[in-house]
């Protein structure tokens, strides 16, 4: 099992260039996925996994 944190974000808005800076600092060490709400129809289903998958989930509004 890997001691390496996953963290996933969710973006319901393209990112700013402050809010990129932050997860750039947040993702340091861990391993770190993605999910925009903002582009298509957004897979819920899929969310909702990769939400139990991380150990720690960041909305960015």
């Not at 993702?27 to 150990?55: C, W």
């Amino acid at each position: 099992m890997s001691d390496v944190k996953k963290i996933l974000h969710v973006y319901r808005s393209e990112p700013s260039d402050d809010v990129k800076k932050l997860v750039e600092i947040l993702n340091r060490d861990r391993e770190a996925k993605e999910f925009r709400l903002y582009i298509g129809e957004p897979n819920y289903d899929m969310l909702v996994q990769m939400i139990f998958e991380a150990d720690q989930t960041v909305s960015w509004w």
